[in-house]
Structures are given as C-alpha cells and as structure tokens.
C-alpha cells in the first residue's frame, strides 16, 4: 500500500481517527521504502560488477596475466556492498517497526467516527427491566457461588474465585457452546498451550503495540490474551489447498488480560477481570468468501445467546472504534439488568489478509497457481464472565434463586441455583 496505494492508507487511517498521530510514521515507512529499493538496487550492481571482475581475474590468471588492478577493485565492491547490506538491515529493521504498528484498514461499509457512532444492526428477545433485579456480585455472594474477597486475597484486584455452583456453571458453559459449535456448525474442537512465543503474539496482531498490556514470562513467553492466538498461528507459515477452505477451529481457554479494568472502570463484580473463560471461534478462508465467513461466525455467536434466552444487540463498530487488527467488527452485547447496562459478551471480526501477512498464512488457489494469503476471522462465542452475569440477573428470581437456562440443564444437572 506505501507503494501503490498510499492515499488508501492515509484515508484508512483517517477514518480510524489515528491519521494525525500516524502521518509521520507513515511519511518515513514510504521514506525508508524507497530507501530500500535504492539499496538493493546498488548492491545487486556492485555484486554484478563484481562477479564479472571476478571472472576476469580468474581469466586473466589463466593467461598468466597481471589481475593485481582487478583484485583490489573486487575487494572494494565487496566492502561497498557489505556496507550496503548493513545499511539496508538497518532500513529494513526500521521499517518493519513501523508497518507492524500500524493497524488494519478499515473496510468501506464501516460508519465513519468513534464509538458514538458505532450502529445497532439487529436485536433479540426482551430485555427485562430493571426494578427489583439485584446486581451479579450481591446475588453471587448470597447464593455462595462468587467470592470476590477469595480471588483479592490470592491474586489481587481484578481476580475471582467462582465456588461450588459458580464453577459447575462454568463447566455447563464450557461443554454446551463446545457441543454447539463442533456438532451443529462444522468446528474442529482443538485444546491448544495458554503461553506462546514473541512471534506467535506478532502473527495476530498483539505485539508489539500491546506488549505492556500482555503478561510475559522471564523467558519471554507470554500467557495468552485469547485462544484466537494459537489458533491462528497453527497455520503459520503454511501454504494450504483451497480445497481446505474454509476452515473452523474452536477453543475453551482461560484468558488473561492486564489492561482489564484499567482507570477503575467497570472494575466491580465480573465486569472486568484479569482473568477469564471463553470459548473462541477462528475461521480460514478465501478473500472472495471472507464477507460472508463474517456473517457465519457472527450467527454462530448469536446463536448461544438466544440457546441461553438472553436478550441482546448486534453492533457494527465505527471505523475509529475497530480494534488495531480488524478490518470490521459486530460486537455482541447482552443485557444486565442488575447492572442497568449492556455488556459486550462477543467481538467477531474479520482482518482481512492482515494477520495472515504478520504470520504467513496462505492457500494456493489451484494446483500450480502461485499462493495468496488466507483471510482470517474470529470470535467469542461467547466470554464467560459477562455471560454469567446475564444469567445471574436476567435469570433472578424473588426469592434470590438463579433460573438455569434450559440449554444447560443437561450439563448442570439442575434447574435451579439455590
């Protein structure tokens, strides 16, 4: 895009609102871009020059010919070209530092503006009123299933501990959306490790711009913010058959996040932890298929939502409000009655050819036709905290019981949180 589509880029940063923070960056990647090419361009003239002067003295030599002139003349092209390949290492370390942080741009169908202009695409159920509904942190603790004061004194702030039937409807949750999305929409069930490697984070998207909100190891490994991570990485460095596309992986893992309640918003309860249950969704596909694949993975998303009878919105995120990876995003947010607000419980998001660019993801579209990267989507279906939340408060009953959703009666085995 520095190359053939520089106006694009800069409109995409635009609309993202990031335009006058990143016109700089952007004026020295096409800087040191051209600075590259020039580079390249005269070190391969020197190593030209220089095979032929290295031809000559061998002819030369054959011929008992003097070749002193000649020799001197293929060690110096040897010490320009060794200083210019250390001065193109440089350009291109530069380079990359900038490309990998600048975010995806955004797609054309994205509103325009921040968060105030992201748009209610469609609704389901009914959203109970307020009155009477006690929030999930008062009814959790009567009902002896969350101990947010247990989670403080192991961890600190922002951890919790969910007890007894807090953590069989953990369980419930984890096995009735796994069964949903591998037996009813075609996922592969996949168990994968909670740290990754540096590059590993770097193919999706997370570093290096959110390396300080990552936890990270001494020896450099980092615990994973979501399963979307090793998931995607699987492919790394591949080149798939199109015959394989689409493909549809899913995952329970905890997740952990260190920015999670940052500045003391929405820090009370479940609302923001540090640590989290989710099941993720990633899907492969072609760029011609990747519109669609959206729409899919979204549907699956929504699908557990109305299986668990909680009322929700679908929202189309503005182009300043899409996170630094996606391309678009409908975010999913369920209805808290206790708390009076709507809780985002799922980002789906499609980034285009971006993640598969950063970890070399790619398909051959028939045999013997040259490679093209995959297009990359994923999605919570859902995160489990803000998913307890709207059973614990739209569920509420007067007495202080919970109802427990039908969907998961079979693997709660009960109908009641007593």
């Known amino acids: 895009m520095l190359r053939d589509n520089l106006e694009s880029l800069r409109d995409g940063m635009r609309r993202r609102l990031e335009l006058d923070a990143l016109a700089p960056r952007i004026d020295r990647a096409e800087s040191l871009d051209r600075d590259r090419r020039s580079l390249i361009q005269r070190a391969d003239e020197r190593k030209a020059a220089r095979n032929a002067a290295t031809q000559e003295v061998a002819r030369r030599k054959k011929a008992k010919e003097n070749a002193d002139e000649l020799i001197a003349q293929t060690r110096a092209l040897g010490d320009d070209i060794s200083a210019l390949e250390l001065e193109l290492t440089a350009v291109e370390g530069e380079l990359t530092d900038i490309l990998m942080q600048l975010p995806n741009v955004p797609l054309a169908d994205l509103p325009d503006g921040g968060e105030e202009s992201n748009r209610v695409v469609r609704s389901w159920g009914e959203p109970r009123a307020s009155d009477g509904v006690r929030p999930h942190w008062e009814i959790g603790e009567q009902l002896g299933i969350l101990d947010l004061a247990a989670g403080a004194k192991i961890a600190g702030s922002g951890f919790v501990v969910l007890k007894g039937d807090g953590a069989r409807l953990v369980r419930a949750l984890t096995a009735c959306m796994l069964d949903l999305h591998t037996r009813e929409h075609g996922y592969q069930e996949t168990t994968v490790p909670y740290l990754v490697t540096r590059e590993t984070m770097t193919g999706t998207g997370q570093l290096p711009k959110f390396e300080d909100d990552a936890y990270r190891t001494d020896d450099d490994l980092f615990l994973i913010p979501t399963a979307e991570v090793p ?137 013997g036709e040259k490679p093209r990267f995959v297009h990359t989507l994923n999605g919570s279906a859902l995160a489990f905290p803000r998913t307890i939340i709207a059973i614990l408060e739209h569920y509420q009953r007067p007495d202080g019981t919970v109802t427990i959703p039908d969907a998961l009666r079979p693997y709660f085995g009960g109908d009641l949180l007593t």
Do not use: M
């Not at 009655?337 to 051959?364: M, T």
């Open 231 to 367: 998931l995607t990485n699987l492919l790394r460095g591949e080149i798939v058959e199109a015959s394989t596309l689409p493909r549809a992986l899913t995952a329970y893992s905890p997740c952990f996040r260190r920015e999670a309640g940052a500045a003391g918003k929405d820090t009370r309860g479940l609302i923001r932890v540090h640590q989290f249950d989710k099941v993720e969704l990633v899907r492969f596909t072609t760029p011609e298929r990747s519109v669609q694949e959206l729409e899919t993975l979204t549907s699956h998303a929504e699908r557990v939502l109305q299986l668990l009878g909680l009322p929700y919105r679908v929202l189309l995120l503005a182009a300043g409000d899409t996170g630094f990876a996606a391309a678009k995003t409908y975010d999913l947010e369920v209805w808290a009655p206790g708390v009076g607000k709507w809780l985002e419980v799922s980002s789906c998001s499609s980034f285009g050819d971006f993640q598969a660019r950063r970890a070399n993801i790619r398909y051959r579209p028939a045999p």
